[in-house]
């Protein structure tokens, strides 16, 4: 068979991207380097493996497919049902789901278009819904909304109350949340969050969602990796829906996943199948389903098992270390993969150590803590155990990474003093061409460079910033 020639004005789709364009070419190898030569301690970021790597950038993202196997609206998706029937049946598998029992939707483009769509199943416009406010560690998506304005789309469509944490100890105020719900009556009380340390209570969210005939969805985006290994307990025996992201502890590719309940009665699989395609979104992204697949094979590896025990060890072995400089930490530990650091004690805000901590290559991210008193400048930092250990690093090394932190702590004491204000901006000015930084970041790049990286090769990264 002869092949004809490419029209010249398409000789643009047979182009490496190096070729192609350089410009995108030089960001994601320079991206490439930084992850390689810093450390990555934001608590919902991981890196994913090679195999995931390879599947998301497929030809696969030529493919419409809306619908759901074997109903589709349009023709030629008998590769596409298979594997999108392989990543349902995987999903199922690797959270130890009987298929009579739950089903789940594998098509959401991310944690809020899934948490979206999951309202857009549970309940009606202007319901009434219960999560944990965001200063306490709650999503956006769980209802967020400030006195003046109506943040999140779950606040702007629903009514929403928030229940928080015990200032005091940084726990989950159950007893509050409780008589709030006596008021409140919500339709919909949704446990998980973004910056909670601690094991969540499930049975009694059930007992008090059960008073007001309510349903319980969990978010578990941030735990789902320690949840499929048993290293964090699991939310389905007492959830109606549940949803994740997959990206976090999960280890997989930017997407999301709503499991619901078959055997309840009330059709929430039809009603979530629908919410997600077409009521909040169009066609799958179906690389991005081969990608979730392969991370659900390996989450449910006896290897996923020893690195989400590895995650849990060292985020307990970098909060030990934290607190023997006698740092405050909420609920004075961790669970999970996750510390919500105070600095409050120091006087410090999270922004300043941030900043400093970015000049180091240190990756956090500030966060406000119980009690915070302004949610514009929070109190403390989030750190995350997660893709550090996907680097292959242990206990020790986490000490290593707490030394690192607490020098970027003692750094920030000295530099608020010298500007002699409390001024970011006074503080940014203090920070220039401060030697110790330059001192740390370099020690830094040689340390996270010693480890390895998943997903690409290092000694292949062509980019062309230098640290
Ligand atoms: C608990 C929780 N749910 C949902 C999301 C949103 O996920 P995405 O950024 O993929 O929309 C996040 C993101 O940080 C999260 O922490």
């Known amino acids: 068979m002869s092949v004809r020639q490419i029209d010249p004005w398409n000789s643009v789709l047979h182009t490496p991207l190096e070729q192609e364009d350089k410009e995108v070419y030089d960001i994601v190898e320079n991206e490439k380097y930084r992850q390689w030569s810093g450390l990555e301690l934001i608590a919902s970021e991981n890196f994913t493996s090679q195999a995931t790597i390879e599947a998301n950038g497929t030809a696969l993202t030529n493919k419409y497919s809306e619908g759901l196997p074997g109903a589709r609206y349009y023709g030629g998706n008998e590769h596409i049902d298979e594997l999108e029937n392989l990543c349902r049946k995987r999903a199922l598998a690797a959270f130890g789901l009987n298929p009579e029992q739950w089903g789940v939707n594998v098509q959401p483009y991310s944690g809020s278009t899934a948490n979206f769509a999951a309202l857009t199943a549970l309940i009606q416009p202007q319901d009434r819904l219960m999560g944990l406010d965001l200063p306490s560690g709650g999503h956006l998506t769980h209802g967020y909304q400030t006195n003046k304005k109506k943040i999140s789309s779950s606040s702007i469509y629903f009514a929403s109350m928030p229940y928080q944490v015990d200032q005091a100890t940084g726990y989950i105020d159950y007893d509050r949340l409780e008589q709030n719900a006596g008021l409140f009556r919500p ?217 690192f932190l607490h020098r970027t702590v003692q750094i920030a004491v000295a530099v608020q003093d010298k500007a002699g204000s409390k001024m970011m901006k006074d503080f940014v000015a203090a920070l220039e061409g401060n030697e110790e930084i330059a001192q740390l970041k370099k020690e830094v790049i040689e340390f996270a460079r010693s480890f390895p990286m998943p997903g690409f090769d290092p000694t292949k990264i062509k980019a062309t910033v230098q640290y």
Not at 244 to 258: D, F, Q, S, V
Not at 275 to 301: D, E, M, R, W, Y
Not at 309 to 326: D, F, Y
Not at 363 to 392: E, F, M, Q
Request: with cysteine; net charge positive; glycine share 8%.
């Open 187 to 403: 339709k919909l009380l949704i446990c998980g969050g973004s910056a909670y340390p601690r094991e969540w209570d499930y049975a009694r969210f059930r007992k008090i969602a059960d008073q007001h005939g309510a349903y319980v969805m969990c978010d578990m985006a941030h735990i789902s990796g320690l949840v499929a290994t048993g290293e964090a307990s699991s939310p389905f025996d007492f959830c109606d829906v549940v949803t994740t992201t997959t990206h976090k502890t999960l280890r997989g590719p930017r997407a999301g996943l709503i499991f619901f309940r078959r055997d309840k009665g009330d059709d929430l699989e039809n009603r979530v199948n629908q919410a997600v395609f077409p009521s909040c979104q169009g066609g799958p992204h179906n690389n991005t389903i081969a990608a979730i697949a392969v991370t659900l094979k390996q989450a449910a590896s006896p290897e996923f098992k020893r690195y989400a025990q590895q995650v849990r060890a060292n985020a307990v072995a970098m909060a030990e270390a934290l607190k023997k400089n006698g740092y405050k930490l909420a609920t004075d530990g961790t669970d999970n993969h996750l510390i919500l650091w105070d600095l409050k004690p120091q006087k410090l805000t999270g922004s300043k150590v941030e900043r400093i901590c970015d000049m180091a290559h240190i990756t956090i991210n500030k966060n406000s803590i119980a009690g915070d008193k302004s949610a514009v400048t929070p109190g403390g930092v989030r750190l995350g155990s997660s893709a550090l250990t996907s680097r292959s690093m242990k206990e020790e090394d986490f000490v290593k990474v707490a030394e």
